[in-house]
């Protein structure tokens, strides 16, 4: 079993993904060899939702005042650091800036733990912007920040519903495998593709996860005022935001709780009305299983959901390294090199 410490982890996505063992949709997603022996979530509220589903009480302290020594020996570091505009400063060859805000300092704490504690491995998840941040020159410093604590890296951009996620989410992978261990990851392949392709699976579309309308609580509807407010503004929603049921939701985000019509957070509309997304249909949008359990105030839970990673989009990755790293430990060259995995 390969020992997880999980940095900003939020509410588990990513280490209900690595975990596997569960199922959503009718699917059965297995069992993989991960266990998460550390996590933490500065936030202790959405802290409470994780350690209401794992057998893992988060650290709330701030990232940047936990000393290497407090985190306890483990395999995988995992981590979805904010993204920001880190700055650059400009020498010969340039190199990757702190910001002054808090913030820009979160990624070089995880290459902090890195350089420190020298896992086998890690995974850092992050928007699809952290391509194009400072005009594309920061994600080459970002990589080269990881290839200097000392692993191999490889990155890939992925949309969580070309793996059966009913959602449109392009999230960056990064992946580092330690520099003294021989083995080949790859990225997993998407499963599910647009309709009108010639492949088996098709996209899965949000019809598939919400409620039926005689199920949702009327507090989830938009009031009139709000909706002839929008009209008068705008004529129409702004970005079309309101979801075509037949396909994935857009990318749902952190802000949920206090979505307006003229936002640009996704929202439906059936038989003329509008409505917000019920904390439980973000959690199907998300790939969260039924039996993951949903604590704290709705406000708490909208935040917590709309920064998390899609469990089944982890668990392909997850699956991936599983592999790779199985590799190496059943290899010759474990033999020195292992220490974590019981």
């Not at 194009?132 to 994600?139: D, L, M, P, R, Y």
């Not at 969580?160 to 003294?180: L, S, T, W």
């Not at 439906?268 to 439980?280: A, G």
């Not at 973000?282 to 839970?301: D, H, M, N, W």
Request: hydrophobic letters at 40%.
């Amino acid at each position: 079993m390969f020992k997880v410490a999980s940095l900003f982890s939020g509410c588990g996505g990513g280490d209900l993904g690595l975990h596997g063992g569960f199922e959503f949709l009718g699917e059965r997603y297995k069992k993989l060899p991960f266990k998460t022996v550390y996590a933490n979530e500065i936030d202790d509220k959405i802290a409470e939702i994780f350690s209401e589903n794992f057998n893992v009480n988060p650290d709330v302290r701030d990232i940047r005042t936990v000393h290497e020594d407090d985190i306890p020996e483990h395999d995988i570091l995992v981590g979805g650091f904010p993204c920001v505009s880190f700055s650059i400063v400009a020498q010969n060859p340039k190199r990757l800036g702190i910001k002054n805000d808090v913030s820009g300092k979160l990624f070089f704490e995880m290459v902090r733990v890195l350089k420190k504690k020298q896992p086998l491995a890690f995974i850092a998840e992050n928007v699809k912007g952290l391509l194009s941040a400072n005009k594309g020159e920061a994600f080459p410093l970002i990589v080269k920040e990881f290839e200097n604590a000392g692993y191999t890296v490889k990155y890939r951009l992925l949309n969580a519903a070309e793996f059966g996620v009913p959602q449109n989410r392009f999230r960056v992978f990064i992946i580092g495998i330690r520099n003294d261990i021989d083995v080949n990851f790859e990225f997993p392949e998407p499963t599910y593709f647009d309709e009108g392709t010639l492949f088996d699976k098709s996209f899965v579309p949000l019809k598939d996860i919400i409620f039926p309308e005689n199920e949702i609580d009327e507090k989830y509807y938009f009031s009139q005022r709000a909706v002839e407010g929008m009209l008068r503004a705008k004529k129409d929603m702004n970005k079309g935001r309101a979801q075509d049921i037949n396909k994935p939701c857009n990318t749902v985000g952190a802000h949920l709780a206090k979505v307006s019509l003229n936002s640009t957070d996704p929202v439906l509309k059936i038989n003329d009305r509008y409505r917000r997304f019920t904390p439980r249909e973000v959690a199907r949008i998300q790939s969260f299983p039924e039996s993951y359990k949903l604590v704290r105030a709705e406000g708490t839970q909208y935040k917590a959901l709309g920064n998390a990673i899609p469990p089944v989009l982890m668990w392909n990755v997850g699956m991936k390294l599983a592999e790779a790293l199985s590799e190496f430990v059943n290899s010759d060259q474990s033999v020195k090199n292992i220490q974590l995995i019981s």
